[in-house]
């Protein structure tokens, strides 16, 4: 009798000490992950990998978890106005977020320029020195740039080819596709001969492999052509501690090393 009593004390105890070691460890759990919270990043095509790696870093050093939605930045912002979930956009341009601000869809103090891209052409297999009026010489089909409709880093191709000797007739032909990163892959592919591309798609592409190019292949267009890429927070996410989170580290030295590493400048002022 006496033996089968001690047993059962010893269960007990050690049953006691195991709830009291779970509540503990529960209540840690919990006090680790408070802070957590999600957050859905719009970025602009150009800006995806390094969005992508950033994402991964921050979730790496916080609870924090981060979606990341890439596409064209003006197809970005309409779906935003048209009532997508996103809670920031970082877009290609400084346009676009400035045109949320106006629509009270956006923090007017979030507005922060967090790259500056830089444009170039690539033209594989140019006869002579790459130069943009030298295109003309191609049938314009051949020639690719992404729709400036949509995409800054092809407003800004459009803009410097407009300012060129080419005629308005061959301009009208030349094939415009989704996004900038579109570009690359075409020309890549061998499916256009040339086209206006971001340095960041040319890294991107390099560093998977599926592109190769060479240094005299590309004409970098950056004193004639830089593009300012500004992001803006959400009026929704004002309170989201994630994006509080995200935007903070855009200005430590590892989120600015990751966007140098890919191609971008990064703004004095967001040192």
């Known amino acids: 009798m006496a033996r089968y009593w001690l047993a059962s004390l010893t269960c007990n105890v050690m049953g006691r000490k195991l709830l009291y070691g779970l509540v503990i460890g529960l209540a840690l759990l919990n006090s680790v992950n408070s802070g957590a919270a999600d957050a859905r990043i719009a970025v602009a095509a150009n800006f995806r990998e390094t969005a992508a790696a950033i994402a991964q870093y921050l979730e790496s050093h916080s609870a924090h978890r981060y979606?990341?939605?890439?596409?064209s930045t003006g197809k970005?912002?309409?779906?935003?106005?048209?009532?997508?979930p996103f809670d920031v956009l970082m877009a290609a341009?400084?346009?676009?977020?400035q045109q949320l601000v106006d629509l009270g869809m956006a923090l007017p103090d979030s507005q922060v320029v967090y790259a500056?891209?830089?444009?170039?052409?690539?033209?594989?297999d140019a006869a002579s020195h790459i130069a943009i009026d030298?295109?003309?010489?191609l049938d314009p089909r051949e020639v690719c740039i992404a729709n400036p409709a949509f995409a800054p880093y092809g407003e800004a191709a459009w803009a410097l080819l407009n300012r060129s000797s080419i005629t308005t007739e061959w301009l009208r032909r030349i094939v415009r596709v989704d996004n900038v990163n579109l570009v690359t892959g075409l020309v890549a592919q061998k499916q256009v001969k040339a086209g206006f591309i971001a340095r960041s798609s040319l890294i991107a592409g390099q560093r998977t492999g599926t592109v190769?190019?060479?240094p005299n292949e590309v004409l970098w267009l950056s004193n004639q052509a830089g593009i300012a890429?500004?992001?803006?927070?959400?009026r929704r996410a004002r309170d989201n501690e994630a994006v509080q989170y995200w935007v903070e580290q855009l200005r430590g030295e590892a989120v600015r090393a990751l966007i140098v590493r890919d191609g971008y400048h990064v703004p004095q002022e967001q040192g």
């Open 212 to 214: 190769s190019a060479e």
């Open 67 to 71: 979606e990341i939605i890439a596409g």
């Open 116 to 124: 500056v891209g830089e444009l170039g052409l690539w033209w594989p």
């Open 93 to 97: 341009d400084e346009r676009r977020p």
């Open 134 to 137: 030298a295109l003309q010489a």
């Open 76 to 84: 970005l912002a309409g779906q935003i106005v048209s009532g997508a």
């Open 229 to 234: 890429q500004a992001l803006v927070v959400m």
